[in-house]
């Protein structure tokens, strides 16, 4: 049984990574949920070959929440990233709305938290991995007692 469930879950991030793939590359905007975490920004970094590789399909299940965010807001360094080299699929996400790039300095980990929480000191900020792909209730669940 636990084989079945490990085929299971390869097929469907197969299908979800494909999906978001797809919605990128033909700029298929996901439907954006109307119902809004007020105040809430989502959070993340990338580095290296992963601002292409990995973050699309983090930055992607973020549009696909039944929760939206106020803001998505990828930080990169900015020593090897500006306007013109980063990733087509991030310049693509940027033109759908909520996803905001900020160049920043590298320190690792903390890239994620410490410029969100000297920019959005009065916001709720979520910090998320740039390597997972999270559930369209990942918000929400955040929020339900």
């Keep these: ?3 079945l469930r490990i085929l299971y879950d390869l097929i469907m991030g197969l299908y979800f990574k494909s999906k978001a793939w797809i919605c990128i590359t033909c700029n ?22 992963r601002l292409s590789r990995c973050a699309p399909y ?3 299940s973020m549009f696909t929440q039944n929760v939206t965010p106020e803001k ?5 360094d900015k020593y090897k990233w500006n306007d013109s ?12 709305g909520i996803l905001e790039i900020n160049y920043c300095e590298d320190i690792r980990s903390y890239t994620k938290l410490l410029p969100a929480l000297q920019k959005y000191s009065e916001k709720i900020i979520i910090t998320i991995d740039d390597d997972l792909y999270y559930s369209k ?3 929400k669940e955040l929020y339900e007692p």
């Excluded at 998505?72 to 990169?76: D, G």
Aim: net charge positive.
């Design 28 to 49: 298929i905007k996901p439907k954006i949920s109307k119902i809004k975490a007020e105040n809430t920004i989502v959070s993340l970094t990338s580095y290296g070959d």
């Design 72 to 76: 998505i807001t990828l930080w990169i």
């Design 58 to 60: 983090a930055i992607y």
């Design 85 to 96: 080299n980063i990733p087509f699929s991030i310049r693509r996400m940027k033109g759908w």
């Design 137 to 139: 209730s990942f918000i």
């Design 1 to 3: 049984m636990n084989k």
